[in-house]
C-alpha cells in the first residue's frame, strides 16, 4: 500500500471530470462518497485482501472529502470475507468514523460474491457491525458487489435480487426490536418492493407480523436510483415520502443516454421533478430532509459548518 502514489491533482482532474461535472450538470449538491460497490470485491483473495483494498478505496474517499469539502464526506466500504468474522470490520470502522469523519458504511449482504454463503442480515453473526452502527450512528446501504455466479448478471439481477432479498430477511425477523435505532438503506428503489408490497404486506400478516409501516418503516429506507418516470412514479405512489431518499449513481450501471426521453436514464432528479406523487413539502424532504434524519453524523457536520 505504501507503494501507490496517487496526487492531489491526479485526484481532482478525475473528480472535476466525471461525478463532480455530473453534479454540477444535474442540479446536486452534495454526494455521500464511498468506494464503488462492483468494486468493492470481497469474494476475491482472503480477508487481508480485502482488509487492504478497503483501507487503499477509504482513504481515497477521504482524500477526496477533504480536497471538495462541499461537495462529498465519506462512506466506508467494510473489508469483508466470506465466512470471516464481521467483527473484523470493526477496527475500519472506527478508523473511518473517528479519523475519516465519514457517516455512513456500505454493507454487503453477500461477501461470497452471488453464492449467499452468509447468514441473513437478521442473524446473530451480523450483530457486531450493528452494535457499531448503533454506536456510531451510522447507517448502512445495503449493497452487493460484483456476481460471480455465471447465474446472477451483477448490475442487472444479482442487486436487484439482493435488495429484494435484504428486505424479506428483515421482514421475516424481529431485527428492529434488538436494534430499535438500526436503519439501513436499500438502494435501486428497494428491487421488486415497491412492485409487490401487497405480497409482503400479505407476508407478513400470515408471518404475524405487524403491518409493514410499524414493523420495517422505522428502519428501511430505499433510494431512487430507478431509471424511469414510470418506475419513480411507482416508488413515491407506495412508498411513504418519509421512507425515500434522494439518489443517482452518476457513472453506475447505467450511463446512456434513453432514446425515448434524450435524456441519461441516471438522471434521477427529472423524474422526482416531474412525478405527480411528491408535494414539495416532499420532494424537501427526498432531496434534503429525510437524508438529516437518516445520516445524523451529516447532519451535524453541516450544521457545524453554517455556524
Known amino acids: 500500500m505504501a507503494e501507490l502514489r496517487i496526487s492531489d491533482d491526479e485526484l481532482r482532474e478525475s473528480i472535476e471530470t466525471n461525478q463532480l461535472a455530473k453534479m454540477r450538470e444535474r442540479g446536486s449538491d452534495l454526494t455521500v462518497f464511498s468506494p464503488r460497490a462492483s468494486f468493492m470485491a470481497h469474494h476475491i483473495g482472503d480477508f487481508q485482501t480485502s482488509s487492504t483494498w478497503a483501507s487503499i478505496c477509504n482513504e481515497l474517499c477521504h482524500r477526496v ?38 457517516v455512513a458504511v456500505n454493507l454487503n449482504p453477500d461477501p461470497s460474491g452471488g453464492h449467499w454463503t452468509s447468514p441473513p442480515l437478521s442473524d446473530r453473526w451480523w450483530y457486531p457491525i450493528y452494535e457499531a452502527m448503533v454506536r456510531y450512528e451510522l447507517p448502512a446501504m445495503i449493497h452487493v458487489s460484483t456476481s460471480c455466479n455465471a447465474c446472477f448478471h451483477t448490475t442487472g439481477a444479482h442487486y436487484l435480487n439482493a435488495d429484494t432479498t435484504a428486505f424479506m ?101 427529472r423524474y422526482v421533478e416531474s412525478t405527480p406523487h411528491l ?29
Open 65 to 102: 472529502a477533504h480536497l471538495f469539502p462541499d461537495s462529498f464526506v465519506g462512506a466506508a466500504m467494510l473489508p469483508q470475507s466470506p465466512g470471516v468474522d464481521p467483527r473484523t470490520c470493526l477496527r475500519e470502522i472506527t478508523r473511518c468514523v473517528e479519523q475519516f469523519g465519514f
Open 169 to 269: 430477511q428483515c421482514l421475516t425477523s424481529d431485527l428492529f426490536d434488538v436494534f430499535p435505532t438500526l436503519k439501513f438503506v436499500i438502494p435501486h428503489g428497494g428491487g421488486a418492493v415497491p412492485y409487490h408490497w401487497g405480497r409482503f404486506r400479505g407476508l407478513a400478516q400470515e408471518l404475524n407480523k405487524p403491518n409493514l409501516r410499524e414493523h420495517l418503516l422505522k428502519n428501511i429506507f430505499f433510494d431512487t436510483c430507478v431509471y424511469h418516470q414510470p418506475g419513480i412514479d411507482l416508488l413515491t405512489r407506495v412508498i411513504p415520502a418519509d421512507n425515500i431518499l434522494f439518489a443517482s449513481e452518476m457513472i453506475g450501471a447505467v450511463r446512456g443516454i434513453d432514446p425515448e426521453t434524450g435524456h441519461h436514464y441516471d438522471d434521477t432528479r
Open 279 to 307: 408535494s414539495a413539502e416532499d420532494r424537501w424532504k427526498v432531496y434534503e430532509g429525510n437524508a438529516r434524519r437518516v445520516y445524523p453524523r451529516l447532519d451535524r457536520a453541516l450544521s457545524a459548518r453554517r455556524r
